[in-house]
């Protein structure tokens, strides 16, 4: 009994140190940030090509070089915090972090916890043949009668092998994969693969670089429209940084990073 | 990226790895033994507040701790990720600690402790000078398999973002696609480091051995 009443005033004590943890002041993170002169973004660096290190250690990426945009526009300082992706949420809920921009995708389910930036990229995979193709394409899955192209380790190269190749839709040996999305259009022009998945935007930079080339189909395989992450509530954030990706938007920045990104 | 700039990128994580060991260590070893001595000598009441804690802390997974520690009680006490760390794994460590030297000192026998006291020496004077040196051998082997759970129990901070020796070879797996590489590296990292603190232990163990007590 004795022992029972003093496990559970031990529950209470830890129960109502928890509970004190819940307030935060209620000024805007935009102001702690402009206060502070830097920004702290949280992202997880193991998606290449949103976010990875390079040879010296440095985050690189599609996320990570417009984050730096952003920040730069904010007229703030950049600092990075890595940590692995299922404790990005959390940490922007604690305010450890006052934003995270790791190739998040919108879902309900964690628009309940934080806010979310109005997509700065939407991924669309566009199926690029020679002009010449004839075939019909109405469902990602018809391209199984193909022989297909990807660059190795993009979200197209995933959905090939995980949706095809894996569920034994087609053999592996139907499937070039390449270092360069480049090399990859080199060999359609050339006829050995007749249809490359790649992302719409670098797609498109091929077909005006190579010429001979169209788009037969343009579907969201993986990604669809990605955000960044932001403290839930938080308006005046969340206006700023709209503010800056639709000007990002305008001027062409991102699609430019786009193409430097997913094509290379 | 070239092998040599890869195996360096992951090996600078120890750094972080041996922080992070030797704050939870150390404290672990300093509570625990203080601990111990509080259940085995300070009375009924100790006794079984000193069960309840241990039951409490050896049943909650560093991990939980951990996350309690950084994101829960961020409102109370803002702890970086690396003392957060560091804290919740030295208070997991403490408890398991205190029953390592719980039982060294039980080992030793009670009759030692009345003997001790029938000469004439004060209780503490008894456990500093009888108990405590016999119970110390007594608890190395023991303790250096502790050692060796903390050095690797380390690599979970990894997940409020420090960057130690696991997450680097996450992170250098995912942009390389050579997770085994990556992987390989991590783990002869830790191995080396468990296996030089056992040996250390071990000669300390050899050392402190009395001849003629097997």
Redesign the interface.
């Known amino acids: 009994m004795k022992k029972t009443l003093v496990a559970l005033s031990v529950l209470l004590i830890m129960a109502g140190l928890l509970a004190g943890c819940g307030e935060q002041a209620p000024t805007s993170t935009l102001d702690k940030i402009k206060q502070a002169g830097k920004v702290v973004v949280g992202t997880s660096a193991d998606y290449p090509p949103y976010e990875y290190v390079d040879e010296t250690g440095n985050y690189t990426g599609f996320d990570i070089e417009l984050m730096t945009e952003i920040a730069k526009r904010m007229g703030v300082s950049l600092e990075w915090v890595d940590m692995p992706f299922d404790s990005l949420i959390a940490a922007v809920q604690e305010g450890k972090i006052d934003m995270s921009i790791s190739c998040f995708n919108y879902s309900e389910e964690r628009d309940q916890q934080v806010d979310f930036s109005d997509p700065y990229y939407t991924s669309q995979d566009a199926f690029l043949v020679a002009e010449g193709f004839t075939g019909t394409i109405t469902d990602p899955a018809d391209i199984v009668q193909y022989k297909i192209g990807v660059q190795s380790g993009t979200v197209q190269d995933e959905w090939v092998t995980t949706e095809l190749i894996e569920t034994g839709l087609m053999p592996e040996s139907k499937l070039s994969r390449y270092e360069r999305v480049d090399q990859a259009a080199l060999d359609l022009q050339a006829g050995r693969i007749d249809v490359l998945v790649a992302d719409s935007v670098p797609a498109q930079a091929l077909i005006k670089q190579f010429g001979g080339f169209k788009i037969v189909y343009e579907v969201q395989l993986y990604t669809g429209p990605i955000n960044i992450v932001l403290p839930e509530g938080d308006k005046a954030l969340r206006d700023e940084v709209n503010k800056i990706i639709k000007q990002l938007q305008d001027e062409g920045f991102i699609d430019q990073l786009a193409v430097k990104y997913f094509s290379e | 990226?070239?092998i040599g700039?890869f195996f360096q990128?992951i090996a600078?994580g120890t750094a972080y790895t041996l922080g992070v060991t030797l704050i939870a260590l150390p404290s672990g070893l300093i509570l625990g033994m203080l601990f111990a001595f509080l259940a085995v000598y300070a009375g009924k009441i100790a006794t079984?507040?000193f069960s309840?804690y241990s039951t409490?802390m050896r049943g909650i997974p560093p991990i939980v701790l951990l996350?309690?520690l950084?994101?829960?009680?961020?409102?109370?006490i803002n702890l970086t990720?690396f003392w957060a760390g560091s804290v919740s794994l030295g208070i997991i460590s403490s408890a398991y600690q205190m029953e390592i030297f719980r039982g060294a000192i039980l080992s030793v026998s009670a009759d030692q402790m009345m003997a001790a006291r029938a000469i004439g020496l004060s209780k503490i004077q008894a456990i500093r000078t009888v108990i405590f040196p016999q119970m110390i051998r007594i608890a190395i082997p023991g303790w250096s398999n502790e050692a060796a759970i903390v050095i690797k129990d380390s690599s979970l901070v990894?997940?409020?973002?420090v960057?130690e020796i696991l997450?680097r070879a996450?992170?250098?797996?995912?942009?390389t696609?050579q997770p085994f590489l990556a992987y390989t590296t991590a783990a002869f990292i830790y191995f080396t480091l468990v296996f030089i603190t056992n040996r250390l232990l071990n000669r300390a163990e050899q050392k402190l051995t009395i001849p003629s007590n097997p």
């Open positions: 990226m070239d700039r990128y600078s079984r507040f309840i409490i996350f309690i950084y994101f829960l009680m961020s409102g109370a990720p990894y997940a409020i973002g960057p997450r996450q992170l250098i797996s995912a942009s696609q």
